[in-house]
């Protein structure tokens, strides 16, 4: 199992989300299987099915995540070295075809959000991106074709 780099943010986003599926999920997928045992013959009963599916599916997210916590290791942000674009560091940069400039924290996939400027390392512009300097130029390959960002900016998020 690979290492899961996490802040210590996204380390405790995780651990409530597996609290609340080991709690919550669980009880709920119980409650629609008893439901759906009490609608009679389980041979063709299509929800106790469906339920059974569910609860499947929940045991298989709670396996998975609890692999990820036990891999996981939590970054400091005062070990960052901000000379060149790592985990955890706040990227400036510039499209050169476009001109725009765009920022982005870049984080572990599990703590990706583009919405709120987080770009996922292993992402095709995160993986371009790492470990560009300041005045660098990022040769991206993107579905869409190449795209060459200038590296404006390096900072702690």
């Given at each position: 199992m690979k290492t899961t780099y996490l802040t210590q943010e996204g380390y405790d986003r995780l651990k409530?989300?597996?609290s609340e599926m080991k709690s919550t999920g669980r009880a709920e997928v119980a409650r629609d299987i008893a439901e759906?045992?009490?609608k009679?013959?389980?041979s063709e009963n299509a929800e106790y099915d469906a339920a059974k599916d569910a609860?499947?599916?929940l045991e298989l997210k709670i396996?998975?995540?609890e692999k990820v916590l036990m891999n996981a290791k939590i970054l400091d942000e005062t070990q960052i070295d901000t000379s060149q674009v790592v985990l955890l560091t706040k990227v400036k940069m510039k499209n050169l075809k476009t001109n725009k400039v765009v920022e982005y924290t870049l984080v572990s996939e599990s703590e990706a959000d583009l919405k709120s400027g987080k770009l996922s390392a292993?992402?095709?512009i995160g993986e371009g991106i790492?470990?560009?300097k300041?005045?660098?130029v990022a040769e991206v390959k993107t579905p869409a074709g190449t795209i060459e960002f200038k590296i404006m900016d390096i900072s702690l998020s």
């Open positions: 409530r989300e597996l759906a045992r009490e009679g013959d389980l609860q499947g599916m396996n998975e995540l292993s992402s095709p790492l470990g560009k300041v005045g660098d």
